[in-house]
């Protein structure tokens, strides 16, 4: 089966989040299984100069304001797996993130930068663009690829079957409604039926409208998002949608995310050997000049500074943490107002909270490593992945029952401790009060070693491989294929 996979980041070329995990993994594990995947990506810089291999497929011409558009086909270094970039230095060329330019400002044309990603992507899958390859199945990821599936049902004897991927509702590519003149779209798809939400233009729309089939990154996720509270103003299309979407969870990487031949480490370890761990945790008080001592239970988080994330709650249970004698690693980047006040507490409570401003994924391994637990308060969280990275270091999770958290973390009630399947602490409001009662109850099991050990190996004995989600997605696109051509 011939995929196109298509999104806007890849680890480890560009990353601002899970998207970027997620596109580094899922396409080697569904060539595992035999598909005939490839990746297309827009030609930013990290992402040209890497890729190997490059040829040219074919220009385009001047398309979306750019003059000139090249669509070259190579390797992805060190996976070899095969991609198209879209080659086009006027609207990719940049220095900045993906989405903003280096003040954080979105870029001003980003409409015509990811139109283009989506246009390629229909036009490759109609067969127009590579006479050599043609995808049966064209599976766009989040709101800039979006708009793939939308000129894919623009363009009728295009027979590739669209798959939609939602990562996160929250973020949803919206421009003013007089964009639309620059899509190349019939009129129609600016409708409420299409491409309008609330006067806007909304990319997200075009996949959740336009896709065959709409999955999110988890199967909690999914539930939600058809609800008012989690739906961003889109639940009602959710709904509309009904059965067409459908939640399959992330995976782990463990070519990168493995505690026994993680090569930043201190010190290697496994669950048969656990030993390192410890090493790991002094190493990372050390580093980040906290006091070291193997008692004190050391909570880690690594994550984006927005709302979303929930890390206020943290900021205001952070004293019932430091009375228990607990201490605080995080890493993180995001809203200045809480990296202001995460640095300010660090500064007060040197020693026993340490904080990290910025973007470091040798550190993030470390510290997860390093940490007894890891902490994901989240308000509303797809699938969350560095949970699933603390299962698999044997860092017990701290997360609120929402989203892919609800799905991946057994709390360590006396019931689930009994039934030998507990794995971490899970907590229901979003207050301070319920993550610091979650806190609390893991202070009270860290006490207890023989049975702080059992939640470690319980958490690192879980399998969230990428296996079991490539078998999914594949047994999605046959039912597509199968729907399609039935
Ligand atoms: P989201 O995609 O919503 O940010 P995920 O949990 O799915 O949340 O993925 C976050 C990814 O980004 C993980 O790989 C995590 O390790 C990484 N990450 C987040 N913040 C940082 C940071 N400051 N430095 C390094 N890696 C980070
Ligand atoms: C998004 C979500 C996160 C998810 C990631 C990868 O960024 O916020 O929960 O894990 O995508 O799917």
Redesign the pocket.
Known sequence: MKVLHVAAEIFPLVKT???AD?LGALPQALIAQGADVRLLLPGLPAIVDAVVHQKIVCQIGPAFGAARVTLLLGRMPYSHVPVYVIDAAYLYRREGSPYQDSEGHEWPDNVQRFALLGWVAAHLAAGELDAEWTPEVLHAHDWHAAMGCAYVAAHPPTRAATVFTV??LAYQGLFPSGDFNLLGLPSRFMATTGLEFHGQLSFMKAGLKFARRVTT?SPTYAREIATPEFGFGLDGVVRGRGADVSGVL?GVDGAVWNPAADSGLAQRYSAGEPVGKLRCKEALQRELGLQVRADALLVGVVSRLTSQKGLDLMLAALPGLRKRGGQLALQGAGEPALEAAFLAVAKAHAGQVAVRIGYDEGLAHRLIAGADAIVVPSRF?????TQLYGLRYGTVPVVRRVG?LADTVVDANETNEQADRATGFVFDAATPAALDGALSRAAAAFTDTARWQRLMQRAMAQDFSWEGAATRYHALYESTLARSSG
Request: proline share 7%; hydrophobic share 30%.
């Open positions: 989040g899970g998207l997620v990562h996160n990154v992330n969280e797809p699938c969350g992945l892919g």
